[in-house]
């Protein structure tokens, strides 16, 4: 088990080709640091993001989910990131319930300018995951 | 048949190899299930980086292709092209971002390279269960749209229309010419704006092939490259374009002639309820102000207009019109604005009726301006002593940061105006001189000979000291505080993002920069297209440019738009939604989860039914089945998920 001493906080980050992924290749182009354990996945939508990717993240060793894409309103989708927005809260409240805190899991608009504001998203998040410490899933192999 | 996977690490020269180990991330991945052979390489995009592909796809029989190197969204599809070229389907390609996701987002030593195996892992994972899949050819509408009708829209207007396509030229004033029509002499040429832009005006009106809507705007857009189906909203003028051969016999009896700022002349001169925009409009037809019209706004009025327009060309009967268009490719140009300096009181605009902008001076120093080309104060002499304040609103961290990029030249020509019909003493209050282009440094030195005084200037200040205007700043050059006491304060205002540039973002599905303007594909190399195929960019919506410049890009979008017309058919990507007949128990939570109707509700087979071309592969419907009926080609629940335990680490729990 992990201890709270020598821990880098492993962030898995879903974010959309359109807005998200695009801010953070642009934080790329800018070499604006962030923790090399955020690990990126990219999917076309954050609409896309079926409630059991986060769950499986979370069994694999991920210790914070971040899921990621266009404002509201910028949708290449029409309104896809309006579904990942109403499926947030009902999702965080069933992490609750399995023990997972709620800082563990975010949904933060990004839109493909702000490779900035996506530096400093994941930066922050890992901050707040290595003061919550690793996150040991009892019974984990349930999940997902 | 196992997967049989080569993998390739590209250092990129020392940009992922100065900050990740390259060699260690082969040495890993060699060791991974099914990956047969794992390779580095300095330029993997180079043509032996490319190569070494091919050979290793032939001889070794591979049945996929990991390459880890920058963004997908620089090499996806090139690569793709090298594995179609060695036989393999295109999708059978995973990129690992390495670059831009990890080398240089990283400190050396801090993990890069541990991060850069498990993204290349998640890749490996995932191209174990890429499927071959096949792009749709459809066939393209070969006509254009073009939003915006000042001298990027025209360039790129005329430029396809000469290649002979149709091209719809949407323009919500009421005439085209957009800021280029309100300018007096254009820098460094000093040309008359209006003389050089006619020629184009009048072969945007004349041309066989462009359809010109005025007092237009694009109100809804859908489809895709190719095939674009817009819908365009037609404010009325009032008048029958056909029989107005705009006289202005209207306007002179219009009973508010001469009452109304006229929004062509900046507000310094005044127009009726009904008006010809400038002597040069194109089309040249009246205008009726339905917010300014007695008859429009209260029903009493004598309509004097009506009875002296010989041709009976007023008609107040007329309605909004909305009409579609369906077009292949679309290009925004649709202009900036003007920062307004009145929000500010240290410009002192709006409190000292001598303080113009420099879009007023154009109108002032313009032959059928206000003033008919005589720069004038309020009280109707010539101002011996003229300030030119630069950087108004722009590279300023409480509006914006940006560099306007032509105040610096701008400024320029006015003082050369003011000094060439004036003999006024100027004075330029600039930050930094900006000035980049051909010969526009000769210009410089030409203005500075003349007699025209630079003070590098900071916390510049437009105030009055005993009834005197006066500008006030810091000289930082000589180090001191200087009051200049002057007669006129031009002040160069900023070019920004129009005030709608969001809501025309959301409409198209373009992006913006982070200085609200509209945000190209890849600032250096794809200056023109967007994340939209088939919708282009031209001109100042893309950031703030100059003349040349903007009609560079106008024919740089018309260029786009016609290669996509002489292939004659664009490729449709081929991830969708896929049904799985067996597992769909007919619930229909994906008909409404679906923004594009694409999907339908098959009654016989109590199923869901995907239309393919008509559905975009967003995912909606898949995260949203509880069946799990339904998957994406290409981002299937099952390669989403190896990917994940890829990225968080975890090889051998397959």
Redesign the interface.
């Known amino acids: 088990m992990r201890t709270k001493t020598d821990f880098e906080p492993l962030l898995v980050a879903f974010l959309c080709h359109w807005c998200a992924y695009t801010g953070a290749d642009f934080a790329g182009s800018a070499g604006i640091k962030y923790p090399a354990s955020v690990r990126i996945v990219r999917v076309m939508c954050t609409g896309r993001v079926d409630p059991l990717f986060v769950l499986k993240a979370f069994r694999e060793g991920a210790d914070g989910v971040l899921v990621s894409g266009c404002h509201p309103g910028d949708c290449h989708y029409v309104d896809g990131n309006i579904k990942a927005m109403r499926r947030e809260p009902l999702l965080a409240a069933m992490l609750e319930q399995l023990g997972i805190e709620r800082e563990r899991f975010q949904l933060v608009w990004v839109s493909a300018s702000e490779g900035e504001k996506f530096a400093r998203v994941v930066t922050e998040m890992t901050d707040t995951l290595r003061e919550l410490g690793p996150l040991n899933l009892k019974g984990g192999e349930q999940l997902g | 048949m196992p997967e049989r996977i080569g993998v390739y690490v590209c250092h990129c020269g020392s940009n992922i190899a100065a900050t990740v180990d390259v060699r260690q991330v082969v040495e890993q991945a060699a060791k991974w299930d099914s990956v047969v052979v794992a390779r580095d390489y300095k330029y993997m995009c180079s043509a032996p980086g490319r190569e070494l592909v091919i050979k290793d796809i032939r001889e070794l029989n591979l049945t996929g292709v990991v390459v880890a190197s920058c ?3 620089m090499h996806e599809a090139m690569f793709r092209g090298v594995l179609e070229e060695a036989g393999l389907n295109g999708y059978l390609l995973e990129i690992a ?1 390495i ?4 080398a ?4 050396p030593g ?3 390279t ?2 850069a195996v ?2 290349t892992r ?1 890749a490996v994972k995932k191209a174990r269960l890429n499927q071959p899949i096949w792009e749709r050819e459809i066939p393209v509408n070969q006509a254009t749209l073009v939003v915006g009708g000042g001298i990027a829209g025209i360039q790129a207007a005329l430029q396809v229309a000469n290649a002979g396509y149709l091209v719809y030229l949407v323009e919500r004033e009421p005439y085209i010419g957009g800021h280029m029509a309100q300018f007096d002499k254009t820098f460094i040429t000093l040309d008359c704006a209006t003389c050089i832009l006619t020629p184009k005006l009048a072969g945007v009106e004349r041309h066989p092939n462009i359809r010109l809507m005025t007092c237009s705007e694009v109100v809804q857009v859908d489809g895709y490259v190719g095939n674009f189906r817009v819908r365009v909203k037609t404010s009325p003028r009032y008048i029958h374009e056909a029989s107005c051969t705009g006289c202005g016999a209207c306007e002179r009896a219009c009973v508010l002639w001469d009452s109304i700022p006229a929004e062509f002349d900046e507000g310094l001169g005044r127009r009726g309820a009904v008006y010809v925009p400038f002597p040069q409009a194109v089309p040249l037809k009246a205008r009726v102000d339905g917010k300014n019209c007695l008859y429009l706004t209260t029903g009493n009025c004598r309509r004097t207009c009506v009875t002296a327009c010989q041709r009976g060309a007023i008609d107040f009967d007329q309605k909004e019109t909305v009409s579609e268009i369906a077009v292949g490719s679309i290009i925004i140009a649709t202009g900036f604005d003007v920062f307004d300096p009145g929000v500010e009181p240290r410009w002192g605009y709006g409190r000292y009726e001598n303080v113009i902008t420099g879009m007023q001076f154009e109108r002032m120093s313009n032959a059928s301006g206000p003033t008919l080309g005589k720069i004038l104060l309020a009280d109707g002499t010539e101002p011996r002593r003229v300030a030119v304040v630069h950087c108004v609103g722009s590279r300023s961290k409480k509006y914006h940061r940006h560099c306007s990029r032509v105040c610096c030249l701008s400024s320029l020509k006015f003082a050369h105006l003011v000094r060439e019909k004036t003999g006024a003493e100027v004075f330029e209050f600039y930050t930094d001189l900006n000035i980049f282009g051909k010969q526009y440094d000769e210009f410089y030195h030409r203005v500075r000979e003349e007699g025209v005084h630079f003070i590098r200037a900071r916390g510049t200040e437009v105030t009055e000291i005993d009834g005197q205007l006066a500008v006030c700043a810091e000289d930082v050059e000589l180090g001191v505080y200087r009051e200049i006491p002057v007669d006129m304060v031009i002040l160069n205002t900023a070019l920004i993002p129009r005030h709608d540039a ?1 809501k025309v ?2 409409l198209f ?1 373009i ?4 200085d609200g303007f509209f ?1 190209e594909s890849h600032m250096k190399l794809d200056p023109v297209t967007t ?2 195929n088939g919708i282009y960019l031209a001109g100042c919506c893309q950031s703030p440019k100059d003349i040349p410049d903007s009609v560079a890009q106008g024919a740089a979008a018309a260029a786009q738009a016609l290669s996509v017309i002489a292939r004659g058919k664009v490729s449709l990507s081929p ?1 969708t939604a896929r049904v799985t007949e067996e597992l769909c128990s007919g619930c229909r939570i994906c008909l409404r ?1 679906c ?2 109707q694409a999907i339908s509700f098959d009654q016989a087979a109590g199923t869901a039914e995907i239309n393919e071309a008509v559905c ?5 419907c ?3 089945c509880p069946a799990g009926a339904i998957d ?1 080609t290409h ?1 299937g ?1 099952g390669q ?2 190896a ?3 890829g ?4 090889e051998d ?1 397959d």
């Open positions: 963004s997908p969204r971002n670059r831009e996701q990890c240089w987002v990283s400190l801090a993990g890069a541990a991060k498990a993204l998640a969001e973002s959301r599905g992006s913006r920069s982070s945000m994340f939209m991830v989860t923004p594009f975009k592969g967003c995912g909606c898949s995260a949203a994406i981002y629940t989403l998920l990917q994940i335990e990225v968080c680490g975890n729990k």
